[in-house]
């Protein structure tokens, strides 16, 4: 006789509760997470998308969702399933007060996913020369390069960014690569 390799089905009602908690992070009840946190909850729940509890407050725009996540556990290095982090997200969005919060709590400024892009070339590919700003100044590494070879200031100007551009250096202002 073999062992079954096959999942039990869920049960519904847990379904729907997922469901429900993932629309928590979705709008920010932060009270409400809060309290599933401290009663067990794992902070780096992921849904069918592999999106965490941390990257939906990300994405979503909620500071405070983001900062109580990180405090009980959050992940800011666990990707989604498209390789996407959650400060890559929140600088995609714009979100100073979001990717504060990220760092703050211990997001790795210079974190990639698979396609090597970080929360700086996010910025300035969608022209957010406030993030860059403030990313740069918190240690972000405007030499890195993304898996095409690809620096901020090149991905920006692929995108026709206006600002940013200007913001980040050249190649040959680069340091030499070791």
């Known amino acids: 006789m073999t062992a ?13 509760f997922a469901g429900k908690v993932f ?50 556990g959050g992940d800011a290095e666990v990707a989604n399933d498209r390789g996407q982090l959650p400060l890559g997200a929140a600088a995609f969005k714009g979100d100073a007060g979001v990717v504060t919060a990220l760092l703050d709590g211990g997001a790795a400024v210079n974190g990639a996913g698979p ?15 406030g993030l860059v700003e403030m990313l740069l100044g918190r240690g972000a590494n405007a030499a890195a390069r993304d898996g095409l070879g690809m620096t901020a200031r090149q991905l920006a100007e692929k995108m026709n960014a206006y600002a940013t551009p200007r913001m980040l ?3 040959e202002d680069l ?4």
């Open 115 to 129: 396609d090597g892009r970080t929360a700086l070339m996010m910025a300035a590919m969608f022209d957010r020369p």
């Open 23 to 72: 629309g928590y992070a979705r709008v920010g009840e932060v009270d409400t997470l809060t309290t599933l946190l401290e009663q067990g909850m794992p902070a780096n729940l992921r849904n069918h998308k592999g999106d965490s509890l941390l990257m939906l407050a990300a994405y979503h725009g909620h500071a405070s969702t983001v900062a109580a996540l990180m405090r009980h």
């Open 169 to 171: 250096p050249a190649d």
């Open 4 to 16: 079954s390799t096959e999942k039990p089905p869920l049960d519904e009602e847990v379904i729907a």
């Open 175 to 178: 340091p030499d690569s070791p």
